[in-house]
């Protein structure tokens, strides 16, 4: 069974930074997408990035401000998300998932992912990062 939990959120001033981690397991070759997404209050669920879980591949949502940085600790199981210089805008609850398939889009020579939320099926229970100014 697909396990994912969040942890890492919490409060920080505008221009701080967070490490997110995602704690997985029970991946399988249909599930080999990890994805981080955010949903801030009153607003629809965003992708921000994609892991393949089996190669470490990791893809950005195309438009992404590039202040967000996703790794893998295949060691630990984990996926991380390094969010520096963060805004009062970034506050949202943030939540990793699982996916069989993502879109990749090629533009310019590099591959972005689209992460589309109702095409993942597994979901942790998310961790509030909140961004004060």
């Known amino acids: 069974q697909v396990q994912l939990v969040e942890s890492g959120g919490g409060s920080v001033q505008a221009g701080g930074s967070l490490r997110l981690s995602c704690a997985v397991s029970g991946v399988t070759a249909s599930t080999k997408y990890i994805g981080w997404f955010r949903q801030a209050a009153g607003k629809e669920r965003e992708g921000v990035g994609c892991?393949?879980?089996?190669?470490?591949?990791?893809y950005y949502v195309k438009f992404w401000k590039g202040r967000f940085t996703i790794s893998q600790d295949s060691a630990k199981n984990t996926v991380y998300l390094q969010m520096n210089d963060l805004k009062a805008e970034d506050t949202a609850m943030y939540y990793c998932?699982?996916?069989?398939?993502?879109?990749?889009?090629?533009?310019?020579?590099?591959?972005?992912?689209?992460?589309?939320?109702?095409?993942?099926?597994?979901w942790g229970q998310g961790t509030q990062v909140t961004v004060s100014s």
């Open positions: 892991l393949t879980n089996d190669n470490g591949s990791i």
């Open positions: 998932a699982a996916s069989g398939s993502v879109t990749l889009i090629s533009d310019g020579g590099r591959l972005y992912c689209d992460p589309i939320p109702r095409n993942f099926g597994y």
